[in-house]
């Protein structure tokens, strides 16, 4: 007997799909043959492929989640058993689910942790309703650069905010804001002295202790709105001194940085 596997996995929207929901939903065209069932073998995050399980029909369904990339193979088997070659891999398919960031009346230290459907800027933020100030740190020349509302006018530069940046927002009252987008993984560029970054998704095994020994950085802080001052991590010769806390998706961090270099969220701590 003989498989052939037509037009694998039709997915919409062409190479790579950005997807709002956590039901990430496969599928392909038939094989030829007496198909029983199709294995399906699922990659996460561009790891190695694994039985995820089986279906009668042309399609998968895959509890996805956020800012986990996913490709699928499958192959088709016979009532006996008897399978036909496993396909190529599919398109990747990204989930992405809004992030929601809760800001507290007065100012709080947030990160953008997608690349938004449209560029955000100064002063599309501060067009928010109770959206008041907002303010990022220029680590090339070491100065705040702000925007602000005064009544109906917007008084300050419109400067584009990036994936991986920090910055500071002042909000009228407490409040949600919401970004959606893609995902995005950049090399933050570290110079020296001071930069304001943020992680670009979640990584939960990365804690200001770890971050450090990864980054070769000096100094981790962030601030506690809570009671209003600056919670810091910092390296001293061979040792880390200060809270090992974690860094969260949304959250700004000051890194104090004894030279140029890099840093990839990617990278496992040491």
């Known amino acids: 007997m003989g498989f052939l596997l037509l037009a694998l996995l039709l997915l919409a929207g062409g190479e ?23 294995k399906v073998f699922l990659s996460v995050d561009g790891g190695g492929y694994r039985l995820a399980g089986a279906t009668r029909t042309t399609s998968y369904r ?27 891999e599919s398109d990747p398919v990204i989930v992405v689910l809004p992030v929601r960031i809760d800001l507290r009346k007065g100012f709080n230290l947030i990160g953008l942790p997608l690349r938004p459907e449209k560029p955000l800027t100064s002063h599309s933020l501060l067009k928010r309703e109770g959206i008041e100030l907002v303010s990022i740190w220029d680590a090339v020349r070491g100065r705040w650069i702000s925007a602000f509302r005064e009544g109906d006018d917007i008084i300050g530069p419109d400067f584009l905010i990036e994936p991986g940046d920090g910055f500071f927002v002042k909000a009228a009252d407490a409040m949600t804001i919401t970004f959606k987008g893609a ?3 950049p ?26 020994r990864s980054s070769g950085a000096d100094q981790i802080s962030w601030w506690d709105r809570n009671r209003g001052r600056w919670i ?20 700004g961090y000051f890194i104090k ?3 140029e270099m890099s840093w990839s969220p990617s990278k496992r701590p040491a």
């Open 16 to 38: 790579r799909d950005y997807d709002d929901d956590t039901d990430v939903d496969f599928v392909w065209s038939p094989a030829s043959g007496p198909v029983y069932a199709y």
């Open 62 to 88: 895959v509890r996805g989640e956020d800012c986990r990339i996913y490709r699928i193979k499958v192959q088709a088997v016979d009532a006996r058993g008897n399978a036909g070659p496993v396909s190529d």
């Open 183 to 185: 995902p995005v993984e």
């Open 187 to 212: 090399e933050i560029e570290l110079h020296k002295g001071f930069n304001l970054i943020s992680p670009p998704k979640p990584f939960p095994e990365h804690t200001s202790h770890s971050f450090l």
């Open 232 to 251: 810091s991590a910092l390296r001293s010769g061979g040792d880390i001194l200060g809270p090992d806390f974690p860094l969260r998706i949304g959250r």
């Open 257 to 259: 940085s004894s030279a």
